[in-house]
């Protein structure tokens, strides 16, 4: 059985899906697709993420820059 989020981290997950989608209304949307399986740590929890190939990554996921 998984566990429920903590209240906090699900609610700032709601709020940040909101402004995700008032931002998706608007005309020019930057999109970033992750070319590779990215692993990283969200801010607010603190938990590992892994986004998968051809998924988009939301704003606070920090790339490396290749090179």
Known sequence: MG???HPL????E???TL??????ASPVEAR???ADY???VHPD???DVVFV???????WVELEPEG
Do not use: D, F, I, N
């Open 19 to 24: 402004k995700v989608s008032e931002a998706s």
């Open 14 to 16: 709601q709020e940040r």
């Open 3 to 5: 566990r429920r989020p």
């Open 9 to 12: 981290a699900e609610q700032r």
């Open 45 to 47: 929890t603190g938990l």
């Open 32 to 34: 970033r697709v992750a």
């Open 53 to 59: 190939p051809g998924e988009t990554l939301p704003a």
């Open 38 to 40: 990215v692993h990283t």
